[in-house]
């Protein structure tokens, strides 16, 4: 059964002519990874923030597990669905701790499951607890924050996580080690996982099927491989070839 | 000229005591007034511009009339005493307070709210969780400025009356007494100071993650 619909989603922003997100339609099954690809402006942060009610559709309609979103309170969604963003947004006033269980705090968890699931979490992501819980967020690289608002965002154990370009900031040998790190998080944990990029390398690697947007349209919606093969249109071929001249670049320059 | 001041001190201990006692407590007393409104104003402010403009034109405007002139003013209204005093006081510790707190809320990261509302918090939570621990560098650093500025005007309350380190100074003047003016200087500048030290002692252990 599939795990979110998309039937029809449309926004348009005020003051805006064109559709940010224009007539999108789409089944995720549970436990797939998909990521959304697109350049800056396509929709496909849209597609997500209207997921967990931080925008609300102007036309169609959203189904996750089986509910219209419109008719969930947005808290309540949300806290079902684990969000991280590209700056993290960890509290910089709270430790690490605290950042990883915030929600669990304004819902009166007692302090030691608080404290195991933090521990249990900080391990996940692997960083060493007792190195870790009790430091503030500007004591940590990048690459650890990012970790981190994984953490946090894995906290209620949600079933369904919305990434919006979480590695986008961090250096290339770091993204390597944290997309392979979430490769195998999702693996043992069976999350499905919206993952969205503007990185086509990216998104042909994490993503066991990868919805294409240009200007908040959907423009092909499949596994990697068929999209290499088939591409939809003429927009698709040509993100293709400019992957495929870069690659030829590594290999003229070695 | 010591020897002087050395004397004064030890003859009128009782009532130099009296004098600090009062300065402290005018002083804290108009912060305190100054908090309670310019720190929800201020929230007020950072909200649009518009309702910035609302909050912040009278202020500023009552900021530019010198507080000697606020005090001798409000003799009319309040008479003389504490109250006129503290109500000056106020008036210019206002604006700093609120300022800050403004610019304070509006420094907080628009992600940061995002994602706070993305992880699932409610807007009342956002606000204690979120902007109001964001806002509390730039607000406690206006309130800092104003606890200066007050300690230091305090000085002009016993022009009307009010009690405070400003007796022995006017006293010192009508007197032509040099000992009693360097010593009441001296202990509004000690005072300001001081507070200033107190404040910043408080703020680290607030801010304590920043000083990690």
Redesign the interface.
């Known amino acids: 059964m599939s795990v979110i619909q998309y039937e029809n989603v449309c926004k348009k922003f005020a003051g805006s002519s064109k559709y940010a997100v224009d007539h999108v339609s789409a089944e995720i099954e549970s436990g797939e990874f998909i990521t959304i690809l697109g350049s800056s402006g396509c929709g496909k942060t849209t597609l997500l923030k209207l997921t967990n009610r931080l925008y609300d559709p102007d036309d169609g309609k959203i189904i996750v597990e089986g509910v219209d979103i419109k008719t969930v309170d947005p808290v309540e969604l949300r806290r079902r669905l684990g969000y991280v963003i590209q700056q993290v947004g960890l509290f910089p006033h709270m430790t690490i701790k605290e950042n990883i269980t915030v929600i669990p705090s304004l819902m009166k968890w007692d302090k030691r499951r608080m404290d195991e699931r933090a521990d249990e979490l900080l391990k996940l992501v692997g960083l060493e607890p007792a190195e870790f819980r009790d430091r503030y967020p500007h004591q940590l690289s990048g690459g650890q924050q990012q970790r981190i608002g994984l953490a946090r965002a894995l906290v209620l154990d949600p079933d369904i996580m919305l990434l919006d370009e979480p590695f986008g900031a961090i250096d290339a040998i770091t993204r390597l080690n944290l997309q392979n790190e979430l490769l195998r998080i999702q693996g043992s944990l069976g999350k499905t996982i919206l993952f969205v990029t503007h990185d086509i390398n990216e998104a042909f690697k994490m993503g066991n099927r990868v919805m294409v947007m240009n200007e908040g349209r959907l423009l092909q919606f499949d596994t990697p491989r068929e999209i290499v093969q088939n591409p939809a249109d003429a927009f698709v071929k040509s993100l293709i070839d400019s992957a495929r001249t870069q690659e030829k670049f590594w290999e003229g320059a070695l | 000229m010591i020897a002087d001041i050395a004397n004064y001190i030890s003859t009128h201990s009782a009532q130099l005591g009296t004098q600090i006692t009062a300065h402290i407590g005018i002083s804290l007393f108009a912060l305190i007034v100054a908090v309670v409104i310019g720190v929800p104003c201020g929230y007020f402010a950072s909200k649009s511009a518009k309702s910035e403009a609302l909050v912040t034109a009278p202020f500023e405007i009552l900021r530019v009339v010198p507080s000697l002139a606020v005090l001798i003013l409000l003799i009319p209204i309040m008479g003389t005493g504490v109250k006129p005093a503290v109500t000056a006081l106020t008036i210019l510790a206002i604006p700093p307070v609120l300022l800050n707190t403004s610019v304070g809320f509006r420094s907080i990261?628009e992600?940061?709210v995002?994602?706070?509302?993305?992880?699932?918090?409610?807007e009342r939570?956002m606000l204690f969780?979120?902007r109001i621990?964001?806002a509390?560098p730039m607000m406690l650093a206006g309130i800092r400025t104003a606890l200066v500025e007050i300690v230091a005007s305090t000085t002009l309350a016993a022009k009307i009356g009010g009690g405070g380190l400003g007796e022995i100074i006017f006293t010192g003047l009508g007197l032509n007494r040099t000992d009693m003016l360097v010593l009441g200087g001296l202990l509004v500048a000690a005072l300001s100071l001081l507070s200033g030290v107190v404040f910043d002692v408080i703020t680290r252990r607030l801010?304590r993650?920043k000083y990690?």
């Open positions: 990261p992600f940061m995002e994602s706070a509302r993305g992880i699932g918090m409610t939570e969780k979120v621990p964001g509390l801010l993650y990690v």
